[in-house]
């Protein structure tokens, strides 16, 4: 059983393929509202490959709101302790799509409520999970609230560090895995990527994106090629990656083959539009990888 705690957002995605310059109007291609936000994205992510996944956030007393859980239910996810605020709305992710890539704004709304009552109110179920993921789009404090009720009871966290700047490097003695990407390392550990790496064997895995990803396992570099697929939508990728890690660790992989699955799902999930949308199960991440 795996925990997810942190975000829950509606994207709203525009694709264009004019860039506006400061102060510019243009005409867009598409515009669409598809669930997100980084916990929720990995929640679905893990539960897509029939991991029993529950999740921890907020969302506003809105439309998004409802519907955000409901697609979390959907889903599979049990979503008891998603609590519905009255004060703020939902968060949302404003996502901009330009020649394959994306640039992001996010409005934390409900997300920043999530506070240490939320945690003590699941605790319950924390200390029953296999692991706990979580991320940086709800509070500091809750973060660090988070990572102290996992460590007291023994449960392994699998944190994905973004927005990196929200994140303390004295976590990683509360954190068995960490996930940034080549910059979010940089950022955050102030040294090159093979000084951080060996600083942490094992639990620092930074993502390549197209690439890969790489970590250390205490004698030497190991590098996880990437598979090369034609690229649809960029976004969620990471949260794939996430999501899938954290269900192949629980499952028992050996973190090599944890991360080469990783890598594959998050190959598949670029062929399709929405950062959900193409989030794969698990007979298409076996299909991919027996090639």
Known sequence: MITVIGSINMDLVVDTTIFPKQGETVLG???????????????????????????????????FGEELTANLSTEGIHTRFVATAQETATGIANILLYENDNRIIVVPGANGLVTEAEIDEARELIERSELVIMQLEIPQETVDYALRVCKEA?????????PAKNFKEEWMN????????ETECEEIFHSEIEEAL?????????????????????????????????????TGAGDTFNGA????????????????????AASLSV????????????QMVEARLKG
């Open 198 to 234: 060996e600083k942490y064997p094992n639990r620092l895995i930074v993502t390549l994106g197209a690439a890969g990803a790489r970590y250390y396992n205490g004698k030497e570099h190991v590098f996880i090629e990437g598979f090369k697929t034609k690229v649809v939508d960029t």
């Open 174 to 181: 509360n954190i068995a895995y960490l996930t940034p990407n």
């Open 245 to 264: 890690l954290a269900y192949a660790i629980t499952s028992g992989q050996p973190l090599k083959e944890a991360v080469r699955f990783a890598n594959i």
């Open 271 to 282: 062929e399709k539009f929405g950062a959900q949308g193409g989030m794969p199960t698990l």
């Open 154 to 162: 023994g449960i392994p966290v699998l944190l994905n560090p973004a």
């Open 29 to 63: 291609n598409r515009f669409e509202t598809v669930p997100g936000g980084k916990g929720a994205n990995q929640a679905v992510a893990a539960a897509r490959l029939g991991g029993e996944i529950h999740m921890v956030g907020a969302v506003g007393q809105d439309g």
